[in-house]
C-alpha cells in the first residue's frame, strides 16, 4: 500500500492524527521495525527519524462531529532526506480542509548525531516512494528562510516555558504539539482570540530535553489590510515570525512563521 487512508471523527489534534497514520503507513507496509515510525533496518543499526522542516496549509476549519479522511505518503527528499505529506479531506464532500507536507533525516539514537540513510534503508523505502506527489504545491510551497528573533527584533517574550514528563515522545523528543503551544504562548491574545491561523511554517534547529527551560518570541512581518474576506484563498492579513529558544543558552529549538485572517462571522 503506497498511500495510507484513515476514516476519522473529530475533534482530534491534526498532529496526532499526522503522527498516527504515519506510524500506521510504515506498520502496515510491512518494513516497521521497533523504534518510534523506524524501520526494521534503522531498529538495528539505532537510527530514529527526526523532523527537519513542517509546513501546514488550513483551507478550513473543521466542526466537532467532522468525519475526515487523512491520506499521507512518502517520497525521497534530496540524497539524505525523506518527505512525508498529508491531506486531511471532508470523508462525504472530499474536500481538502488541511494540507501539510514535511522533511526528515536519521539520527543515531545514542550519539544524538545525524546520519546518512543506509543503503539498507533506502532498499526499504524506495517502493513506497510516490514521486512527484505534492500535498503543497511548489508554487505554494513556503521555502524562504525563517529569519531569526532577538532581544532588540522581538515584539514579545515569553519566558520559563518548561517541559514536563508527559511533553516528551517515545524518542525523548518534546512532543510536536507542545512546540505550537509555546509558540502561540507570545503571540497577542487578541490575534488568538479574533484570527483563524491558515498557516505555519516550523524548522526544527536543536533538540529540546526535560530539563530545559525556554523562550517563546514573536514579531509582526506584514499585514495586508486590503484583503478580501470573502475569498477562501485571501491573502494573509497578519504573518509573524517566532522563534523558541533555550532561555539559558539563547540557542534556537525553532524558528516559525504563522499567517493569520481574520474570523468569518457566522450566518
Known amino acids: ?4 487512508q484513515m476514516k476519522l471523527l473529530l ?17 502496515s507496509s510491512g518494513i516497521g521495525g521497533e523504534g518510534f515510525g523506524a524501520t526494521r533496518e534503522m531498529s538495528l543499526r539505532k537510527l530514529i527519524w527526526v523532523v527537519t522542516r513542517i509546513q501546514v496549509q488550513v483551507q478550513r476549519y473543521n466542526k466537532w462531529g467532522d468525519e475526515i479522511e487523512v491520506d499521507t505518503w ?9 518527505r512525508r ?25 545514542q550519539t544524538r548525531r545525524l546520519s546518512k540513510i543506509p543503503e539498507e534503508v533506502k532498499q526499504e523505502l524506495l517502493p513506497f516512494y510516490l514521486n512527484n506527489r505534492l500535498a503543497v504545491p511548489t508554487e ?13 527584533t522581538a515584539q514579545r517574550i515569553r519566558s520559563g516555558l518548561a517541559p514536563r514528563w508527559n511533553d516528551m515522545d517515545a524518542n525523548q523528543h518534546v512532543n510536536n504539539v507542545k512546540y505550537i503551544g509555546w509558540i502561540l504562548e507570545s503571540v497577542p491574545i487578541e490575534v488568538l482570540e479574533h484570527y483563524n491561523m491558515t498557516s505555519m511554517t516550523l524548522e526544527f534547529r536543536r ?9 517563546s518570541m514573536t514579531c509582526p512581518t506584514a499585514r495586508v ?43
Open 85 to 109: 505529506d498529508w491531506i486531511i479531506r471532508d470523508h462525504y464532500t472530499k474536500e481538502i480542509i488541511t494540507r501539510a507536507t514535511s522533511t526528515w533525516v536519521i539520527m543515531n539514537r
Open 207 to 215: 533538540e529540546c530535553t526535560q530539563s530545559n527551560l525556554l523562550e
Open 74 to 82: 512518502v517520497d525521497a527528499a534530496g540524497k539524505n532526506g525523506m
Open 1 to 4: 500500500m503506497k498511500v495510507q
Open 225 to 267: 489590510m486590503e484583503s478580501n474576506n470573502n475569498s477562501k484563498n485571501r491573502k494573509p492579513e497578519l504573518q509573524y515570525t517566532h522563534l523558541l529558544r533555550l532561555q539559558q543558552y539563547k540557542a534556537d529549538v525553532i524558528r516559525a512563521r504563522t499567517e493569520w485572517n481574520l474570523k468569518q462571522k457566522q450566518q
Open 140 to 152: 505554494e510551497a513556503d521555502s524562504e528562510k525563517i529569519d531569526k528573533l532577538t532581544d532588540e
Open 11 to 27: 475533534p482530534a489534534c491534526v498532529e496526532g492524527l499526522w503522527r498516527e497514520t504515519a506510524l500506521n503507513h510504515v506498520t
